[in-house]
């Protein structure tokens, strides 16, 4: 009984390894190039010394955008809250929190953040 796990695992062991044997002899050889190795970050090449100019208007839409994405994802359990309870702290804190997000809006209206200006 030992005798035939012991045949058997190495019956397996030898079929992993011409298996994997197989996948490295027809596998396509890539030669290595600079542009593959080279890492590469949000569209900039790190090789060069001088880097292209970055709007910053593109960052504080970024900004924006995750902010009322994560305002959304807040505002979802209030509602479930909302329909099995009746705390009035629950609701203040949701008021509060909408008026963060109003005011953090109109001061980037104000800011001029909201335009696409390129």
Do not use: H, R
């Not at 050889?29 to 190795?37: D, F, G, Q, W």
């Amino acid at each position: 009984m030992i005798m035939s796990t012991i045949m058997m695992l190495f019956i397996m062991w030898i079929l992993i390894m011409a298996i994997a044997m197989l996948n490295f002899l027809i596998s396509k050889s890539s030669t290595t190039k600079m542009n593959k190795i080279s890492p590469f970050e949000c569209g900039f090449n790190n090789l060069s010394k001088t880097q292209p100019p970055f709007s910053l208007n593109f960052y504080l839409m970024t900004i924006l955008f995750l902010m009322f994405d994560i305002e959304i994802t807040m505002i979802m359990p209030f509602f479930i809250l909302y329909k099995t309870s009746n705390m009035l702290l629950i609701m203040l804190t949701f008021y509060f929190f909408i008026y963060i997000m109003i005011v953090a809006l109109m001061y980037e209206w104000k800011q001029s953040i909201l335009n696409w200006k390129m």
